[in-house]
C-alpha cells in the first residue's frame, strides 16, 4: 500500500513541475530580409518569458546569427503607445523588441508577432546599435508551440513507474494464489 502511495505521488509531482513553462519555435522576417528564429520559454501561468534562445541571421553588421539570449524585459511593458511583450538582447547590446498580437502571456499558447502589417499600435524590432543606430522593422512572424520532447528524468521515472506496477500486479497475483 505504501509503495502504491509513493508511485502516485511521485506521478502526481511529476505531471506538476513542468506543466506551466512551453517551449515556442519563433520565426519570422525583418525588412531588409534578416530573419528570425530560435526559440522563447514562456511559463503561461504567470505571463513571463523564462528563457530565450532568439536568432538574426543576415543583418550585415552583425554576426551571423547573432543569439539574443538576455532578457530585458520578461513581461509586457507599454512603451510609446505600444504594447511590447519581450524585450532580448544580444552580447553587444542590440535589442530585440517584440510584440505580439495577444493580449496577454498568461494563458499564452502561440500566436502572430506584431509587425509593419499590424493594424493595431504594437509592433515588434530589431534596434541594431553596432553602426551607430539602425532600426528594421519586423515584417511577418510567429511564435509557435514546439514539440514537446520528453526529458530523460521523465523516461526514468516512466519507466520506474511501469515497473512498479508490474511488480505490484505480480504480487498480487501470488498473493491470491496462497489464500
Request: glycine share 14%.
Amino acid at each position: 500500500m505504501l509503495l502504491r502511495l509513493a508511485l502516485l505521488g511521485g506521478v502526481l509531482n511529476l505531471a506538476a513541475a513542468h506543466a506551466d513553462v512551453l517551449t515556442f519555435d519563433a520565426s519570422g522576417l525583418f525588412d531588409g530580409g534578416y530573419t528570425l528564429g530560435g526559440t522563447v520559454r514562456i511559463d503561461n501561468t504567470l505571463g513571463t518569458v523564462i528563457a530565450s534562445n532568439l536568432t538574426i541571421s543576415g543583418a550585415p553588421a552583425l554576426p551571423s546569427p547573432d543569439s539574443f539570449t538576455a532578457i530585458l524585459a520578461a513581461t509586457p511593458t507599454q512603451l510609446g503607445g505600444g504594447t511590447f511583450d519581450f524585450n532580448v538582447e544580444d552580447s553587444s547590446g542590440n535589442i530585440f523588441s517584440s510584440g505580439l498580437t495577444a493580449s496577454t502571456l498568461v494563458g499564452f499558447t502561440g500566436g502572430v508577432f506584431c509587425s509593419n502589417q499590424t493594424p493595431n499600435s504594437c509592433g515588434s524590432a530589431l534596434e541594431d546599435f553596432s553602426n551607430g543606430f539602425s532600426f528594421y522593422s519586423l515584417q511577418s512572424g510567429t511564435l509557435s508551440l514546439a514539440n514537446a520532447v520528453p526529458e530523460p528524468s521523465t523516461w526514468a521515472m516512466m519507466i520506474l513507474g511501469f515497473c512498479g506496477l508490474g511488480v505490484m500486479a505480480r504480487r498480487g497475483k501470488a498473493a491470491t494464489r496462497f489464500a
